[in-house]
């Protein structure tokens, strides 16, 4: 089921300043209209559906140390449905980070096409096996949000990430 505008909206007393940093465009609102129509059993709705959010999200610094940090967040949430998503960070910056779970800004999935930039972003390991074993329904925004913030608040040590 896409993100919608109200999803997006409803996470902000869990994770203020919680924003949609990218819709669809006119053209693929249209198609993905025409589609669900089709194929669909979601209703289409007035707006374009979201295709990325910015979030900050508390962890910690990581590299054996517990002191708490900020983690800015761009993810992209238009397969959230059938995947975790990408998650890049924007803040702190890439010599700052020490935690285990995060890729530094190399290959192909560090690029953050919504902000046109290469980023360091993170690295869901085992994660992909819960996602992937919850029911469709359970695999929303606010869920995606809460993996992440259990990721950046823990290190596994078996992540090949740093």
């Known amino acids: 089921m896409p993100v919608t505008e109200a999803e997006?909206?409803?996470?902000?007393?869990?994770?203020?300043?919680?924003?949609?940093?990218?819709?669809e465009t006119r053209q693929g609102a249209l198609l993905m209209a025409r589609w669900r129509a089709l194929l669909s059993p979601y209703p289409a709705v007035g707006q374009p559906d979201v295709c990325a959010v910015s979030a900050r999200v508390g962890g910690i610094v990581g590299g054996g140390s517990r002191i708490r940090r900020d983690y800015q967040l761009v993810m992209d949430v238009g397969t959230l449905h059938r995947r975790l998503p990408t998650v890049w960070i924007t803040a702190p910056a890439d010599a700052q980070i020490r935690h285990v779970n995060i890729w530094p800004p190399k290959g192909e999935a560090a690029w953050c096409p919504w902000l046109g930039l290469r980023l360091p972003h993170v690295c869901w390991f085992t994660y992909t096996d819960a996602w992937s074993d919850a029911q469709q329904t359970s695999r929303t925004l606010g869920a995606a949000l809460e993996y992440v913030k259990q990721l950046l608040n823990t290190e596994n040590h078996d992540s090949p990430a740093r």
């Open 8 to 23: 997006v909206t409803a996470l902000r007393p869990d994770f203020p300043g919680i924003g949609v940093l990218a819709r």
